[in-house]
């Protein structure tokens, strides 16, 4: 009965012990265990101590960063990863969320802070990279691809193109096809804007058919470009009447190079006035590049015009006669300036006698007379070409009535 009483109480007291140790030891560790895996605070706390401890236990800890260093790191990475480019970035954060999700997705939390957009694009990426394992949608993503590409090369090769010949190509190979006029808006949709407007300014059928069609934010765009290109005509046009009246000398100065116009801009105020005014003013030039680049950009304005005959050809032939006919003025005032006063008068009065002023020789273009020459005109240029106190002689011997007409054509 004794050994039985002893029995019993050893029993007791070693389940006293388990109590204590349960309550004691076990409960508190297993409560640091879930602080420790679940309260950010007590586990950097708990670290650092464990980073102290001896033994295996220390160096242990000690291999693993704190949560201030892991912050920093984590930042860092982020920063990086927001300053390279795209889709490097997105293949790297790709490796890092096949080998720790949890690791990726603090990085990318960390990226949004810094750039919500630049991250959100790189995610997008990341995304793609993760679906190019389906064959349906890695076929579909290469399709829009070609087809991105492709607009692209369209929309440098339209800008690149001369005007002219673009709205040639345009009339016959997309309008009036559905699908062609389709795809042509939205290559105008992204095509420079001066080049657009000028597709929509010089033909109209473009611009009828396209100009509603196109993304309503781009056509308030192009309208005003427009309208403007339409004032900078009528302007354009005003001054080539300013300058067909003014002395040709004078307008070369002005307008015989690059310094107060475009070349754009002086082939348009050239293409608009008569051939000889035009060549009155160029026979002045001896720039041959310049003359050959505004020849250029007449031609070019001629083509969008859909004008056949070039002007240009009609120039040349103008100034080269111009050139011809003073040259032959001239070696007759030199003549003239060297012979007696009294005979060049009795000249001079026969030569107006015969003519009665009639048209001798003409330069004819485009079927009307460019420059006519007669008689009295011939006599004007040649005493232009001689000194005054000359001229003052000839008159003198003249017969009054001639001489008074010459000198009011002289005067003019």
Request: glycine content about 4%.
């Amino acid at each position: 009965m004794v050994i039985i009483m002893d029995k019993d109480k050893k029993k007791n007291i070693l389940k006293v012990i388990s109590i204590f140790l349960a309550v004691f030891i076990m409960v508190p560790m297993f409560i640091m265990i879930i602080l420790y895996n679940t309260n950010d605070k007590f586990n950097n706390m708990a670290e650092g101590y464990l980073r102290k401890a001896p033994g295996f236990i220390g160096d242990y800890f000690s291999k693993y960063p704190t949560e201030e260093e892991r912050d920093e790191k984590i930042a860092y990475i982020s920063d990086y990863y927001i300053s390279i480019d795209k889709t490097s970035a997105s293949e790297k954060l790709y490796i890092i969320k096949g080998q720790d999700e949890e690791l990726f997705h603090d990085i990318i939390g960390n990226m949004r802070h810094i750039s919500t957009q630049r991250t959100e694009d790189i995610v997008k990426l990341i995304r793609n990279i993760e679906i190019k394992k389906d064959p349906l949608i890695a076929t579909y993503d290469e399709i829009k691809e070609d087809s991105l590409s492709k607009l692209e090369e369209d929309i440098k090769k339209f800008e690149d193109t001369k005007t002219n010949v673009l709205i040639k190509d345009i009339k016959e190979n997309y309008i009036g096809n559905r699908e062609k006029s389709q795809y042509l808006v939205k290559v105008f949709n992204s095509m420079e804007q001066d080049k657009l407007a000028e597709l929509f300014f010089y033909d109209k059928e473009i611009k009828e058919n396209f100009l509603n069609r196109i993304d309503p934010i781009r056509k308030e765009q192009i309208v005003p470009v427009l309208l403007a290109k339409n004032v900078e005509g009528k302007e354009l046009l005003k001054l080539s009447q300013q300058y067909s009246v003014m002395d040709p000398e004078k307008a070369y100065g002005e307008i015989g190079n690059e310094d107060n116009y475009s070349i754009d801009q002086l082939s348009q105020i050239f293409m608009n006035m008569e051939i000889a005014d035009a060549a009155r003013i160029l026979k002045y030039g001896d720039d041959t590049e310049f003359v050959k680049n505004l020849f250029n950009g007449i031609r070019e304005y001629e083509q969008l015009y859909s004008i056949d005959d070039t002007k240009t050809i009609e120039i040349t032939k103008a100034i080269n006669y111009l050139n011809y006919y003073e040259g032959k003025i001239k070696e007759l005032a030199s003549i003239y300036d060297k012979m007696n006063s009294q005979d060049v008068a009795n000249i001079l009065e026969r030569l107006l006698m015969s003519g009665s002023g009639e048209k001798i020789d003409f330069f004819e273009v485009d079927n009307s007379d460019i420059y006519e020459t007669n008689d009295l005109k011939i006599a004007v240029d040649v005493l232009n070409q001689i000194k005054k106190s000359k001229v003052s002689e000839i008159l003198e011997n003249m017969e009054p009535r001639k001489a008074a007409d010459l000198s009011k054509k002289l005067t003019l």
